[in-house]
């Protein structure tokens, strides 16, 4: 189109068209994740990986990458940052880690969803973590008290946690994800489409290093859209749930979500 058959709108005109053609692509984003989400998450299982990224979620990220031709930030991506812009974030919440640990004995402890129900708990050790796809992400933590600090992190995504060991049934809907500390005094609840965005991670070194106790080690969540309280320290056990999880800070006043 020539601006001959369409003259140049005036500049509100111009920003009303953006804005409209953003939500547009907003609303389609939001279509593409909630379709994966819904029609899904039982499919997820026994797709063909392609690339180390489940295919639904790949198509999703594919559909997001042609928007993103034309409309940079992805709503369902956070933004990622190079390496140097890294800090050492303050240690902030020790809920769950006053105990001594003893990394030796360390065990992560699974519950799995099969057809049906719950499935005998399983015994993962941080090796079995660190045979998965290592993958490093910087990113900004916010935490919802209103510091934020770029962090760079290296983790398994948990998406291939769950595919590479089965943890839940191709027959089954499970809708959601419960992680606690050893002692279950810190609890974080998440649904099955926040676990699996490609951006959730099980952690085990943050800022070139491996993980300190106080920052969680050996094992802690990091999943970006949402605020710190999500991002568990010292993961106990996981389980796969039907019902939505208990979460520690959701039980005193703050969004379940927790989105940002
Ligand atoms: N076990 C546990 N994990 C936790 C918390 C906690 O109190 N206990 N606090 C959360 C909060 S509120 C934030 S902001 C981040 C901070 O992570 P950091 O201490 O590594 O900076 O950890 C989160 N994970
Ligand atoms: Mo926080």
Redesign the pocket.
């Known amino acids: 189109m020539t601006s001959s058959d369409h003259p140049t709108p005036a500049p509100d005109e111009a920003v009303e068209k953006e804005a409209a053609r953003r939500s547009r692509r907003a609303f389609l984003t939001a279509g593409l994740a909630s379709l994966a989400a819904l029609g899904g998450w039982r499919w997820l299982v026994t797709r063909p990986q392609d690339d180390g990224t489940l295919w639904p979620l790949r198509r999703v990220l594919d559909a997001n990458g042609k928007i993103s031709k034309e409309f940079l930030s992805s709503a369902d991506l956070a933004p990622v940052f190079p390496k140097g812009r890294a800090k050492e ?9 006053k105990s001594a640990l003893d990394s030796a004995a360390w065990q992560l402890q699974v519950q799995g969803m099969g057809p049906n129900g719950p499935t005998p708990i399983r015994t993962f050790s941080l090796a079995d973590i660190q045979a998965l796809p290592r993958v490093e992400m910087t990113t900004q ?5 209103g510091w934020s ?1 770029v ?1 760079s992190w290296v983790g398994a995504r948990f998406s291939d946690f769950v595919t590479r060991y089965q943890l839940a049934s191709a027959d089954d809907l499970t809708p959601y994800v419960h992680l606690l ?1 050893p002692d279950r ?2 609890y ?1 609840g998440l649904d099955m489409p926040s676990a699996l965005h490609p951006q959730t991670l099980l952690c085990y070194e ?1 800022n070139g290093q491996p993980l300190t106790l ?3 080690a050996p094992l ?2 990091v999943t970006p859209l949402k ?8 993961i106990g056990s996981i389980a796969f749930t039907k019902q939505r999880p208990s979460d ?2 959701a039980e005193r006043g703050y969004d379940w979500y927790s989105g940002h």
């Open positions: 974030p303050r240690i902030n919440g020790r809920i769950g880690l933590l916010k935490c919802i008290e600090v962090v500390t005094q810190y974080v943050m106080e920052h969680g802690r969540l605020y710190g309280i999500k991002y568990i320290k010292r520690y800070w």
